[in-house]
């Protein structure tokens, strides 16, 4: 199983970024896919959770109304789009997976099987 992340970079605050979760070596559309971040200095925190099936979705609070999780299970791809970027949104993104096919959008960050490499986000003016 591989998770790629990618689309990280440099932007302004009130800024856009669409990162990419890429997946392989998985039945994908059967896994629970949530996007997770840490920042220097602090833990590893989830961020926002899709789940297999219909794609019932969850945000954390610091990100809700500003990101959108969304799936393409023709790709094995998950999304995270992020708009109205602050300051503090800047640090590593992680994607990763857990076998799930009840439908629930629950990523436990110590229940996820699978993850990948991240990508840096950095908002700054």
């Known amino acids: 199983v591989q998770l790629q992340a990618s689309g990280g970079g440099l932007v302004q605050p009130g800024g856009f970024l669409r990162l990419s979760c890429a997946a392989s070596?998985?039945?994908?559309?059967?896994?629970?896919i949530g996007w997770f971040r840490q920042a220097p200095g602090k833990e590893r925190v989830g961020v926002a959770c899709?789940?297999?099936?219909?794609?019932?979705?969850k945000y954390s609070d610091s990100v809700k109304g500003r990101f959108t999780i969304s799936r393409n299970n023709a790709q094995n791809t998950v999304y995270l789009e992020m708009d109205s970027l602050k300051p503090e949104d800047t640090a590593q993104y992680y994607c990763?997976?857990?076998?799930?096919?009840?439908?629930?959008?629950?990523?436990?960050?110590?229940?996820?099987?699978?993850w990948g490499k991240g990508t840096q986000v950095t908002v700054s003016s």
């Open positions: 070596g998985l039945a994908f559309d059967a896994y629970t």
């Open positions: 899709i789940s297999s099936g219909d794609g019932d979705t």
């Open positions: 990763a997976a857990v076998f799930d096919y009840s439908g629930r959008a629950y990523c436990p960050p110590s229940g996820m099987g699978y």
